[in-house]
Nanobody, 121 residues
Framework: QVQLVESGGGLVQPGGSLIVSCSASGSIFSISSMGWHRHSPGKQRELVAQITSTGYTNYADSVKGRSTISRDNANNTVFLQMNSLKPEDTAVYYC???????????????WGQGTQVTVSS
């Protein structure tokens, strides 16, 4: 099994900053992509940002220029720093990893339980 534990969500004022993190543990042979999706009521779940094992990053247009994704490969942890937060950034943020549990099996996506980020004054 692969477990993901997220932390760092909460309430922040518009214009503020927040860092959310996600650590993967368990039976992990290798991790390629790591990233974050978000979902808010009435909207479709969207990819916020992702980072590959080589450091290539991709961001949603809605957060580009305001967010930075990074990872600590030694600790299987991914971070998402968000700046200049807006009320429309309010959502449950879910981290994911694409991981292999052993060298012979195929990779799979694993998801965290979600962390609430609320941007409000």
């Amino acid at each position: 099994q692969v477990q993901l534990v997220e932390s760092g969500g909460g309430l922040v004022q518009p214009g503020g900053s927040l860092i959310v993190s996600c650590s993967a543990s368990g039976s992990i042979f290798s991790i390629s992509s790591m990233g974050w999706h978000r979902h808010s009521p009435g909207k479709q779940r969207e990819l916020v940002a992702q980072i590959t094992s080589t450091g290539y990053t991709n961001y949603a247009d809605s957060v580009k220029g305001r967010s930075t994704i990074s990872r600590d490969n030694a600790n299987n942890t991914v971070f998402l720093q968000m700046n200049s937060l807006k009320p429309e950034d309010t959502a449950v943020y879910y981290c994911y990893v694409y991981a292999w549990r052993d060298i012979s099996s195929g990779g799979s996506n694993y998801w965290g339980q979600g962390t609430q980020v609320t941007v409000s004054s």
